[in-house]
């Protein structure tokens, strides 16, 4: 084999090595040659600029998304990449992807890296170019992003009222989520038995743990038990929310009354 010194491959593009004499340095013998030629290729190495990658929040129990956004030093391809965290989430070299068109891409740092809540530094430390196999070490590249906790719901309660079919009103209380910030959540909950239907949602306003808020009517049209389960709950500031909620199904009684003859 024949090793080309880096130093004398100052260009990028196509190169021609020619050989156009070889000698034995035993003998002293040599022999000239004509049309000896391989042309190959010279690529530039992969480098990211430092403000245009970036890591969005998280909430804690799904993966970070990661941006490279307007990168004209990454040609399209794929890419492979390494990179450490620190701060309140710590992990030694972690392994990357991401395919890069018009300067663009996106990548994911998995869920089961995250571990805490808080404000967690993501740094890129080398990059290579898949196609090339071109590499650049030795990056230092980061960016803060946090992991959001999940709103905290335990201790709560639910109660509805029993209404009348015809004009009831049936008004569902939150009650004892006082490990909950105030403010804005969106409530998605269930029906079921009498009354069937799912994913619903609504907006309400917590204060010291409680909150409370009414059922559409068009959702209960029918007489009997109807149950209501919330299913998730979620924050209007981070819209994390929590599908693991130990909030007890309540029943609630709807009465058909009968009107006097």
Sequence with gaps: TITIPSTVLTNLGVTSFNISAITNTATTCANTFTNVQVNFIVNPLPNVTPSNITVADTCIDVDANGNILGETNLPDGNYTFTYVLSGANTSASQNGAAAITSGNGTFTIPVTLFTTTGVTTFTLTSITNVATGCTTTGLSISDNFTVIPLPNASNATIAVNDICLI????????????????????IIYDLTDANISSGNSIIVTFTSGNASFVIPSTLLTNAGNTTITIQDLITNTTFCGTSTLAISPITFIIDDEVTPT
């Design 167 to 186: 004009d009831g009103v049936a008004t569902v209380s939150v009650s004892n989520a006082s490990a909950l910030t105030d403010g804005n959540y969106t």
